[in-house]
């Protein structure tokens, strides 16, 4: 059976006809409802990590097979990132740095703008019905913000700032803001800080925080932005990075040692207490979500979401 | 000016008539509007600390006067330790563990339990209008459970247990699941589980929960508690201790050498953030309050408060 899906190869995006992907052992086969485009996808086009093929690793769908049964019909999302199990790191316990790592449509591993993907049992999460679809479609960059707290103790009495208000500024700052953390968000755009504003949370433009905070979110995407972190970071605060660029910043090193400030790396998160949060709390999802455009128009949805400043642009695809 | 107090002297609590007090330098005057009566008080009753005086710690009241102004009608709650910032542990930044620490209604200076209080202006936090008197008055015991978080490095994936399902328990076991938190509560009444299980949060009774959990926090108020933690930590996990009581229980420290336990003690809490997760969830605190009593009738709230597996008692001031 033919299935259709956007590929991505030879440094082209297009919607074409693929095989129906097929389910290796202990894989689930999951029909794609509805999709999301992430920067990292933009940077798949841009060459990022070579990868070719299926891009797309924000989905919610339904379990078609399953050789388990136990998912079959359920409505789920998956976590990306499939580990082998076998090498130095994964045998260290830290199958999240599996040095043969692949992940959903970013590494060696097909993904979500498709009628249908296939994903490893163990990275599957059913979902309850009080989280829609449009919610669950945020679970993945929303667990890349609940991996803060995972990684960096966060104390309820720290005053947080996060960097930058792109959609993971936003979702960081949701999170914490359900969490009780006093959380603050500087960004460039008063029509997105007005998404978590409306949760209590003080926002501010650049330049108008002028005091020193505990905690640090850079979330800004841009390579200048650990150097505005540097700035309003108090002396043995923390700085945690979530931005990737191309770029290698230069960087005021001695700062970070005569301060001695703690810079802390962090990327994917746990999808299971992401899913908690969403059940419990109510979050201003929906308010992301620029547009939905069919996987037909696929082209289209990627071009709207290179447009600079725009939020969620979402693929719906079943 | 006299005005109606509990007073505890002599091994006796007795409704009595004292002169209004007056503010010390940088304090302010409350006028107090309810009242809870937390276990220490009960302890205080069987010569906890050697206190006499005017008991009573958690409350909420009115400013009725402030040097500053600032918080003069306000209605506000206030933390109940009085730092002295000249002791050798006050000038380490250890105030909360200051020698010569006075404590609301505990310790040196007179609480709650009565139509006025005094309190510095540093202790004082007004309340936003969602935040009603009965969710105020459980702001101080709710701090408790926030502390557990601000001290130790709780993860958004780590299995937690709360061990108790008295009102520390259940207060932790709230506090915990709107920070998103895996958390399960060992109790030994269904009626009180209830509350949290409602939440959606599991619960058992004692002995059925039969493997080992990442984080276990104490709150039994018994001293067999810390035995039974030990039974269901992990190696390499944590036991957070709130429980205190005058008898020292015996311990099998060799376990918590061999497994590499942490053991972590833990007390009064932050009010500021407690406010915020009250301002931003709602929690079934009303559901804790067992009884109202007046002022006047105070002695049989606290024959109330002594019988077994009570809730909250409160006393209604003004």
């Known amino acids: 059976m033919e299935i259709k899906a956007l590929v991505f190869k030879d440094k082209q995006l297009k919607l074409t006809e693929r095989p129906q992907p097929v389910p290796g052992e202990d894989e ?28 797309g690793h924000e989905f919610v769908g339904r379990v078609i097979y399953d050789p388990e049964a136990e998912f079959t019909g359920q409505r789920v999302v998956g976590s990306i990132n ?3 199990y076998e090498c130095f790191t994964c045998n260290q316990g830290l199958s999240n ?22 994903l490893p049992r163990e990275n599957i999460y059913p979902l309850p019905e009080v989280v829609t679809d449009k919610m669950a479609v945020f679970i993945e960059p929303m667990a ?22 792109g959609k993971l500024g936003l979702l960081t700052a949701q999170v914490f803001w359900a969490m009780g953390f006093d959380v603050k968000v500087i960004g460039k755009h008063q029509e997105k800080l007005q998404i978590v504003k409306k949760l209590g949370i003080e926002t501010f433009l650049p330049g108008e925080l002028n005091r020193m905070v505990d905690v640090v979110v850079e979330c800004t995407g841009s390579q200048s932005g650990v150097e505005t972190a ?37 990327r994917c998160g746990p999808f299971a207490p992401t899913l908690r949060l969403l059940e419990r709390h109510k979050f201003p ?11 037909e128009r696929g082209l ?11 939020l969620k642009v979402l ?4």
């Open 285 to 295: 999802l929906e308010e992301m979500i620029d547009s939905i455009f069919p996987l």
């Open 315 to 318: 693929l719906e695809i079943s």
């Open 97 to 118: 740095h599996c040095l043969n790592m692949r992940a959903l449509g970013i590494r060696n591993k097909d993904g979500a703008f498709a009628e249908y993907l296939t």
């Open 82 to 84: 499939i580990s082998c």
């Open 28 to 55: 689930v086969l999951i029909q794609v409802k509805l999709a999301g485009i992430c920067n990292t996808d933009l940077e798949i086009m841009d060459g990022y990590l070579g990868f070719e093929g299926i891009p």
């Open 300 to 310: 289209a949805a990627f071009t709207r979401a290179k447009e600079k400043g725009v």
């Open 144 to 165: 890349a913000a609940v991996e803060i707290p995972e990684k960096v103790h966060l104390r309820p009495t720290d005053e947080v700032v996060v960097l930058g208000d």
């Open 230 to 266: 540097l700035k309003i970071v108090r002396p043995e605060g923390k700085i945690v990075l979530k931005t990737t660029t191309v770029e290698k910043p230069s960087l005021d090193l001695s700062q970070v040692a005569v301060n001695e400030i703690k810079i802390i790396g962090s």
